[in-house]
């Protein structure tokens, strides 16, 4: 069955037949952060912390500072108040005369470098503090008590810099100029500059030397042309393989396997893309709080390069807890706990547990219960696979049925590339289900098997790249003597256009069908298709949209097709917005006749944050049930797909 997730905050549905309203589910991703003040901390934000005092100043001087600058240039102005300490800290107390001095003579440094980030190589920085400039300052100076400090910092930028003539030399000779943005006529910029040497460095390491590096990186300026003269020079170094791998910084979890894990086998052609994705790949275990993967100076006897990998173990343990409520499904309350490395190769279990509708119902065998037991081993078939194993036991009460489910599952996933994956298993499944057809028990065997293939470049806020999967589950239900299976597939596609590709288009579509049975009632009610809710159709209530029978009972389908289209706009680097239409259709039928098409509409708002963006979304069906439900609340935590 193809179900929505439960999103991570809420997911609330609004009705006709009663308001309601969401309290966000608090999710703790690792243990609780708890202060003397009684604060505590989640996804990095503080909760009810008390106002912390200041480190103490000795002996505070207060100053007032006066930075201008004659251009009228506000994207300078603003670099040269992010580049001035005296500007950032304008509000808080030096330690001492000496130590205001200090600080103005390190913010003259800083604006000249910020001068040469604009390509601006002729300019003058000039600091007085207390009306005498700072190199006439005594070395202990005295400043009047009992008034702030008077500082003026005067900037002349000068003209801006262009290129001039740009050699590339060594073994970075004959390499083409606008592959490092060095144009002669364009802005020479210092920062331009600097990322053209590293990105030289960096493509001959692509080349398999591991010892390459800059000779020469000279920019000479020419006040009269207004000009800067650039000489470029590389040393790549012989070609090299990988060579021995050590590890270093483990306490619990076996090197031998961190080291096989990262796929950096010996003998490999050496490459800095390699090491990127062995130190993400490593990450993705989540039992390091840091990955350091660093090469030898030099190269090794046998003409290999050998490398160290450096890590720092985290916690081990974590555990979690959340809650929602809202007037038509009551209160619900989840929790988990984990164990990362379980036997030293990074090992997880993970046992979960929710309880939902409390509070609707005064029957406390009426409330939704849901448990499981979920262990993984990484490496179980070798770096490149993933062995999973599932207990799962469920006591559910949606529209469309209730229904008791014990599931035990098995299986492995085998990466074939950086951006395909295969995985297959079996499942066994017991479900006592009462729903449209009556009270039923159904005992499933099934083989699900899956192949994805992810391009996108950030899972959860992808702005460039597609994502396309496609699964089939045969099945066999063994108390009715009935095959059938079901086949789905789906893909999301991305565009970002505009600066910082600000603009995103995104779109997803959606294809199901289930084969075989005998009719629908010989499917399990959790095996059939539905659409609704904030995965799918949004504006639509989970699982509302399905075939009915005569007295509107929700029956499941045999074949589905939804389609949602975005338009992400980014307002701010912190705000966007983000109009969008879901549209889909269930059929009683294996080919989808298209007959009751339901379609969405709404806006969203999504605020960034480091562990993606915060997501909130209003909908309303185009098409509503009679006496269905009139809109929907979505909240969560990354892109709605």
Same mark, same amino acid.
């Given at each position: 069955?193809?179900?929505?997730?439960?999103?991570?905050?809420?997911?609330?549905?609004?009705?006709?037949?009663?308001?309601?309203?969401?309290?966000?589910?608090?999710?703790?991703?690792?243990?609780?952060?708890?202060?003397?003040?009684?604060?505590?901390?989640?996804?990095?934000?503080?909760?009810?912390?008390?106002?912390?005092?200041?480190?103490?100043?000795?002996?505070?001087?207060?100053?007032?500072?006066?930075?201008?600058?004659?251009t009228g240039d506000e994207d300078l102005k603003e670099a040269l108040e992010n580049s001035s300490r005296l500007f950032?800290?304008?509000?808080?107390?030096?330690?001492?005369?000496?130590?205001?001095?200090?600080?103005?003579?390190?913010?003259?440094?800083?604006?000249?470098?910020?001068?040469?980030?604009?390509?601006?190589?002729?300019?003058?920085?000039?600091?007085?503090?207390?009306?005498?400039?700072?190199?006439?300052?005594?070395?202990?100076?005295?400043?009047?008590?009992?008034?702030? !400090?008077? &500082?003026? +910092?005067?900037?002349?930028? $000068? %003209? =801006?810099?262009?290129? /001039?003539?740009?050699?590339?030399? @060594?073994?970075?000779?004959?390499?083409?100029?606008?592959?490092?943005?060095?144009?002669?006529?364009?802005?020479?910029?210092?920062?331009?500059?600097?990322?053209?040497?590293?990105?030289?460095?960096?493509?001959?390491?692509?080349?398999?030397?591991?010892?390459?590096?800059?000779?020469?990186?000279?920019?000479?300026?020419?006040?009269?042309?207004?000009? !800067?003269? &650039?000489? +470029?020079?590389?040393?790549? $170094? %012989? =070609?090299?393989?990988? /060579?021995?791998?050590?590890?270093? @910084?483990?306490?619990?979890?076996?090197?031998?396997?961190?080291?096989?894990?990262?796929?950096?086998?010996?003998?490999?052609?050496?490459?800095?893309?390699?090491?990127?994705?062995?130190?993400?790949?490593?990450?993705?275990?989540?039992?390091?709080?840091?990955?350091?993967?660093?090469?030898?100076?030099?190269?090794?006897?046998?003409?290999?390069?050998?490398?160290?990998?450096?890590?720092?173990?985290?916690?081990?343990?974590?555990?979690?807890? /959340?809650?929602?409520?809202?007037?038509?499904?009551?209160?619900?309350?989840?929790?988990?706990?984990?164990?990362r490395n379980l036997f030293g190769r990074a090992e997880s279990l993970r046992l979960e547990g929710s309880v939902n509708?409390?509070?609707?119902?005064?029957?406390?065998?009426?409330?939704?219960?849901?448990?499981?037991?979920?262990?993984?081993?990484?490496?179980?078939?070798?770096?490149?696979?993933?062995?999973?194993?599932?207990?799962?036991?469920?006591?559910?009460?949606?529209?469309?049925?209730?229904?008791?489910?014990?599931?035990?599952?098995?299986?492995?996933?085998?990466?074939?590339?950086?951006?395909?994956?295969?995985?297959?298993?079996?499942?066994?499944?017991?479900?006592?289900?009462?729903?449209?057809?009556?009270?039923?028990?159904?005992?499933?065997?099934?083989?699900?098997?899956?192949?994805?293939?992810?391009?996108?470049?950030?899972?959860?806020?992808?702005?460039?790249?597609?994502?396309?999967?496609?699964?089939?589950?045969?099945?066999?239900?063994?108390?009715?003597?009935?095959?059938?299976?079901?086949?789905?597939?789906?893909?999301?596609?991305?565009?970002?256009?505009?600066?910082?590709?600000?603009?995103?288009?995104?779109?997803?579509?959606?294809?199901?069908?289930?084969?075989?049975?005998?009719?629908?009632?010989?499917?399990?009610?959790?095996?059939?298709?539905?659409?609704?809710?904030?995965?799918?159709?949004?504006?639509?209530?989970?699982?509302?949209?399905?075939?009915?029978?005569?007295?509107?009972?929700?029956?499941?389908?045999?074949?589905?097709?939804?389609?949602?289209?975005?338009?992400?706009?980014?307002?701010?680097?912190?705000?966007?917005?983000?109009?969008?239409?879901?549209?889909?259709?269930?059929?009683?039928?294996?080919?989808?006749?298209?007959?009751?098409?339901?379609?969405?509409?709404?806006?969203?708002?999504?605020?960034?944050?480091?562990?993606?963006?915060?997501?909130?979304?209003?909908?309303?069906?185009?098409?509503?049930?009679?006496?269905?439900?009139?809109?929907?609340?979505?909240?969560?935590?990354?892109?709605?797909?």
């Amino acid at each position: 069955m193809r179900k929505q997730k439960r999103l991570p905050i809420v997911s609330v549905a609004y009705r006709k037949v009663g308001t309601a309203f969401a309290v966000a589910a608090l999710s703790v991703c690792g243990p609780l952060s708890v202060s003397d003040a009684h604060a505590f901390k989640i996804f990095g934000m503080r909760f009810f912390e008390s106002d912390e005092e200041p480190a103490e100043v000795i002996d505070p001087v207060n100053y007032n500072l006066t930075l201008t600058e004659g251009t009228g240039d506000e994207d300078l102005k603003e670099a040269l108040e992010n580049s001035s300490r005296l500007f950032q800290d304008k509000e808080k107390p030096v330690s001492g005369d000496l130590g205001l001095v200090i600080k103005a003579r390190d913010d003259r440094d800083r604006l000249l470098a910020a001068l040469y980030e604009q390509a601006r190589y002729g300019g003058i920085v000039g600091v007085k503090v207390n009306g005498q400039d700072i190199d006439t300052l005594p070395p202990d100076p005295v400043f009047p008590d009992g008034a702030p !400090v008077p &500082v003026e +910092i005067t900037v002349t930028p $000068g %003209p =801006v810099f262009t290129l /001039g003539d740009v050699v590339l030399k @060594g073994d970075a000779a004959g390499r083409t100029l606008e592959d490092y943005d060095l144009k002669p006529g364009a802005r020479a910029d210092s920062t331009l500059i600097i990322k053209a040497g590293e990105k030289v460095v960096e493509d001959l390491k692509e080349e398999g030397r591991p010892l390459a590096r800059l000779t020469d990186r000279s920019v000479i300026a020419d006040h009269k042309t207004n000009t !800067v003269d &650039v000489v +470029i020079a590389a040393e790549g $170094g %012989p =070609v090299a393989p990988v /060579g021995a791998i050590a590890v270093t @910084g483990t306490k619990t979890v076996d090197p031998a396997f961190v080291a096989s894990y990262s796929r950096l086998n010996g003998g490999k052609p050496y490459s800095p893309e390699n090491l990127r994705k062995a130190s993400e790949r490593l990450r993705t275990l989540g039992v390091f709080s840091s990955i350091t993967i660093k090469e030898a100076n030099e190269l090794a006897p046998d003409g290999t390069i050998p490398m160290t990998i450096e890590v720092s173990e985290g916690k081990h343990r974590y555990f979690g807890a /959340g809650a929602q409520y809202s007037t038509t499904d009551g209160f619900g309350v989840q929790g988990y706990w984990g164990h990362r490395n379980l036997f030293g190769r990074a090992e997880s279990l993970r046992l979960e547990g929710s309880v939902n509708r409390i509070g609707e119902t005064t029957d406390v065998g009426n409330l939704d219960y849901s448990a499981g037991l979920l262990f993984a081993k990484p490496g179980a078939f070798g770096p490149a696979s993933t062995f999973n194993a599932s207990l799962k036991a469920q006591l559910l009460d949606p529209d469309a049925y209730s229904a008791t489910i014990f599931t035990a599952a098995a299986g492995a996933t085998f990466e074939l590339s950086d951006t395909d994956t295969i995985s297959g298993g079996g499942e066994l499944s017991w479900a006592d289900v009462d729903d449209a057809f009556g009270k039923n028990e159904y005992l499933t065997a099934a083989i699900p098997i899956e192949y994805v293939r992810d391009t996108r470049d950030n899972k959860l806020n992808p702005t460039d790249g597609y994502r396309a999967s496609i699964n089939a589950k045969p099945s066999y239900e063994i108390n009715g003597q009935t095959f059938f299976s079901s086949f789905e597939g789906s893909a999301s596609a991305y565009l970002g256009l505009g600066e910082e590709n600000r603009f995103v288009l995104a779109g997803k579509l959606g294809v199901g069908v289930l084969a075989g049975g005998d009719g629908l009632a010989s499917i399990p009610a959790n095996r059939r298709f539905y659409l609704g809710g904030g995965g799918t159709v949004r504006g639509y209530s989970y699982q509302e949209i399905s075939p009915r029978n005569g007295d509107d009972d929700i029956l499941g389908g045999r074949s589905y097709v939804n389609a949602s289209v975005e338009a992400r706009i980014n307002i701010t680097e912190k705000i966007g917005i983000v109009p969008f239409i879901d549209a889909g259709t269930v059929s009683a039928k294996t080919a989808p006749d298209f007959s009751d098409i339901r379609a969405g509409a709404g806006i969203g708002i999504r605020y960034a944050t480091p562990f993606g963006p915060i997501r909130l979304d209003v909908a309303v069906p185009l098409n509503a049930y009679p006496d269905g439900t009139k809109y929907g609340i979505y909240a969560g935590i990354g892109q709605s797909f």
